[in-house]
């Protein structure tokens, strides 16, 4: 197996004038369908390889066939997806647009996850305490220091565990929000809108502390 | 937040008041959203809420930088 093109030429998916309505192909059957498949699935992958070779430095001690593995699992989980979510499409940007951002998705979250399989994520909700490192250096004034203790009385006592555990986990140990999901069993989704409602009651409690303008 | 420089942790801590849309209907509505910036349409005001989310969410945020990246490789290929 020859070793696959590191910089891959993806110029052979460029759109071509005329030629979107392919896609109305993936509802029909037999071999008409199954070219549609073809089709998509190598757009598909050209998207995933451009992503995966895009983010290779987040993981580099994958050889670049491992790389390219990597988005042939992206561009299959894609294909499957757009297949069942066809319904979803109502036309509001070209076809290969829509379906790229399938393939996107798989392949960032493969990448992520592949980047973090061996770190530990510490989930400790003591770690807020390191703030102080990112805090006000020592030629900051007063006022400053003082916003600092806000965040973090904030951090310790407007939060719930969990909300605590997520923004730590996500901002200050910088844990991608998909990898978090996995080791949290849950989505990016759901911890995104514990994310947005710990820094609501975060900025809440800012601006109730003196600092009216973090709720501004 | 105005009349501060706050450090780059602590805005990504606070996040901003803008109302914003969540990850899911930000991947709903990325595509569109993407080929109106490359037209030069005025994407924030016909997709409220995305770019505000893009700011909190940094996982969206690669997903969108790729998507664009990729439809301007192949603009100009």
Redesign the interface.
Same mark, same amino acid.
Not at chain 1, 213 to 216: G, W
């Given at each position: 197996m020859a070793a696959p093109d590191t910089n891959p030429d993806?110029?052979a /998916? !460029?759109?071509v004038r005329g030629i979107e309505e392919w896609h109305l192909d993936l509802r029909a059957e037999g071999v008409r369908r199954d070219e549609a498949v073809a089709h998509l699935h190598g757009l598909l992958l050209r !998207?995933a390889r451009?992503?995966v070779f895009?983010r290779r430095s987040s993981s580099p001690e994958l050889s670049a066939i491992e790389l390219d593995e990597l988005a042939q699992d992206a561009a299959d989980d894609a294909a499957l997806s757009v297949l069942r979510r066809l319904d979803?499409y109502r036309g509001?940007?070209?076809f290969r647009?829509?379906a790229?951002?399938f393939a996107?998705?798989e392949a960032?979250v493969k990448v #992520?996850r592949q980047a973090w399989r061996d770190r530990e994520v510490t989930l400790e909700p003591e770690r807020w305490e390191n703030?102080a490192h990112?805090?006000?250096g020592p030629n900051d004034d007063t006022e400053n220091a003082e916003?600092?203790e806000a965040?973090r009385d904030g951090?310790r006592t407007a939060l719930t565990p969990r909300q605590r555990q997520v923004?730590v986990a /996500?901002?200050?140990e910088g844990v991608?929000?998909?990898v978090l999901g996995e080791r949290l069993d849950s989505n990016?989704?759901a911890l995104?809108?514990l994310?947005?409602d710990a #820094? #609501?009651r975060? #900025?809440v409690h /800012?601006a109730a502390a003196g600092f009216p303008?973090?709720?501004? | 937040?105005?009349?501060?420089d706050l450090?780059p942790?602590?805005k990504?801590?606070?996040?901003s008041?803008e109302p914003?849309i969540?990850?899911?209907e930000c991947? $709903?509505q990325?595509?569109?959203y993407?080929?109106l910036e490359l037209r030069g349409a005025p994407a924030d005001e016909l997709v409220p809420g995305l770019r505000a989310h893009l700011v909190?969410?940094? $996982?969206c945020a690669?997903?969108h930088e790729?998507?664009r990246?990729?439809?301007e490789?192949?603009s100009v290929?």
């Open positions: 993806v110029s /998916v !460029a759109p !998207a451009f992503e895009r979803d509001e940007s070209s647009t829509w790229y951002k996107l998705l960032s #992520r703030l990112a805090g006000p916003l600092l965040v951090i923004l /996500v901002v200050l991608p929000i998909d990016r989704n995104y809108k994310l947005h #820094r #609501r975060l #900025r /800012v303008e973090v709720n501004e | 937040m105005t009349g501060r450090d942790t602590l990504r801590l606070l996040g008041n914003e969540d990850c899911d991947f $709903a990325l595509d569109r993407v080929e909190g969410c940094p $996982a690669e997903e790729s998507l990246a990729l439809l490789l192949e290929s």
